[in-house]
């Protein structure tokens, strides 16, 4: 018998070596602490360029016609119609905008809500796209010390 305990204890051995290597590589992309802010951020274009997606491009394109915007997106989900005779319209977007921040210790902890959609407004005015803004969630402040994979906007000690 003592030379079918010795078995087991050399069986499992490698397999808690292969265990946890396997789980240290799980998180090798997220080692390190740090503080991440998201918020709205709203651009606004002269004249945009459309998206399939309900989404605006910032980059100058050609003037756009209110029917071609209603061929490529449909009717807007909202319109309002202003005194000097301009209209707004407000398409909503597919992706939510969240608000709140992430903590990082060890692992990332969202500390962040849900806040709406995003959306693109657009001011129509004699059958024409006068000006776009479109509204989204965007991270406004990182700091990270430790080792990351995402490097985007991020300051900090990598």
């Given at each position: 018998?003592?030379?079918?305990?010795?078995?087991?204890?050399?069986?499992s051995s490698p397999f808690k070596t292969i265990t946890i290597t396997f789980l240290?590589?799980?998180l090798q992309g997220c080692i390190g602490i740090g503080v991440s802010w998201v918020g709205d951020v709203s651009t606004t274009t002269q004249v945009?360029?459309?998206?399939?997606?309900?989404?605006?491009?910032s980059e100058k394109g050609q003037?756009?016609?209110?029917?071609?915007?209603?061929?490529?997106w449909g009717e807007p989900d909202h319109r309002?119609?202003?005194?000097?005779?301009?209209?707004?319209w407000e398409y909503r977007g597919n992706h939510l905008r969240w608000h709140?921040?992430?903590?990082?210790?060890?692992?990332?902890?969202?500390?962040?809500?849900?806040?709406?959609?995003?959306?693109?407004t657009l001011v129509i005015q004699n059958g024409q796209v006068q000006s776009?803004?479109?509204?989204?969630s965007r991270t406004k402040f990182e700091y990270f010390c430790g080792y990351t994979i995402f490097r985007g906007s991020q300051i900090g000690c990598f």
């Open positions: 018998m003592p030379n079918q305990s010795i078995f087991v204890k050399r069986i240290i590589l799980l945009p360029t459309l998206s399939n997606k309900k989404m605006l491009f003037p756009l016609s209110s029917d071609y915007v209603i061929s490529q309002k119609r202003i005194d000097d005779g301009s209209e707004i709140g921040g992430f903590l990082m210790l060890l692992l990332p902890l969202p500390l962040a809500v849900p806040f709406g959609h995003n959306y693109a776009s803004t479109q509204t989204y």
